[in-house]
């Protein structure tokens, strides 16, 4: 969705008010907090100007090329990494199994010397979706709510594999605060909550 709405130059913002969404309703559902019904892929898709069948066929709209400040998105995949206990390579590997353009763009990110780098956006839609987190984490560094709550989501994912847990859906959390995740993974640590 986020590769049609930039094809056609629109905001977040704007795609939610041409689909007669608040921000919160549509956050809710591009973070994977609850499903999209049938209603919204035709409310979204009308705002985009594509078929919903279109919308729900993420290989039929046009690739778009992001530039992107290495050092932060590079930061955020490696804390991705991290909280997978994985290593560069796995990631690099499975990017490798979908899309080997993917995989050179991650490589190319993860490996960079430069303050800016120009990437497909695909590549990050991979990650994010390997790591189970949205992808405006990687994109948009500006939603301080969405950074605080994968933040909080991930500090979480790690306090569970460190208890023994093999995994969680993050969607069955619901709506709880980054505070509640925090307290959650501190309490699963053994350590009281941080004032």
Do not use: C
Request: charge should be negative; aromatic fraction near 4%; proline fraction near 6%.
């Amino acid at each position: 969705m986020d590769r049609l709405r930039k094809s056609r130059g629109l905001t977040v913002g704007e795609l939610i008010n041409r689909a007669g969404m608040t921000k919160s309703y549509y956050q809710s559902r591009a973070g994977f907090s609850l499903p999209y019904n049938t209603n919204d892929i035709e409310a979204l898709a009308a705002a985009l100007d594509v078929t919903p069948e279109e919308l729900a066929s993420p290989e039929s709209a046009p690739r778009v090329q992001v530039r992107v400040p290495a050092g932060p998105v590079a930061d955020r995949v490696r804390r991705l990494i991290a909280s997978h206990a994985a290593s560069e390579s796995d990631l690099i590997a499975h990017l490798e199994n979908l899309d080997p353009r993917s995989a050179e763009s991650a490589r190319g990110l993860l490996e960079a010397t430069t303050h800016t780098v120009v990437l497909d956006e695909e590549v990050l839609r991979l990650i994010t979706e390997w790591a189970d987190v949205p992808l405006e984490y990687l994109t948009d560094d500006t939603d301080e709510a969405l950074t605080e709550r994968t933040e909080a989501e991930l500090e979480l994912r790690e306090a569970m594999r460190e208890a023994g847990a093999r995994s969680i859906q993050f969607r069955a959390l619901g709506q709880m605060s980054p505070d509640a995740l925090r307290a959650i993974a501190q309490s699963l640590r053994g350590r009281p909550p941080a004032p």
